[in-house]
């Protein structure tokens, strides 16, 4: 079965920042943990494998419905 989903850009504002991505199906996992340090921006895809997304550290997040900002 084909998940794939919309993209959305996270850019790292500090050094540090956690892109993680959480388990589509039954149970809901962390799967991949990505680091991304200062300016770095990371484009991602939801798909088969991947259904949320949790971003810890100061970043902005930008998808279909606009762009918001993790506070710290
Ligand atoms: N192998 C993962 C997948 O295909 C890669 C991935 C896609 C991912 N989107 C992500 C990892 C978001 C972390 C965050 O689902």
């Excluded at 680091?35 to 494998?49: N, R, S, Y």
Aim: glycine share 10%.
């Amino acid at each position: 079965m084909e998940q794939q989903g919309d993209y959305f850009i996270i850019k790292a504002k500090e050094n540090g920042v956690h892109v993680i991505g959480l388990t589509r199906g039954q149970d809901t996992r962390f799967h991949h943990t990505e680091k991304l340090d200062k300016g770095e921006v990371m484009i991602a895809q939801f798909t088969e494998h991947t259904s949320a997304v949790k971003v810890r550290g100061k970043a902005i997040i930008m998808t279909k419905f606009g762009n918001v900002e993790t506070e710290q």
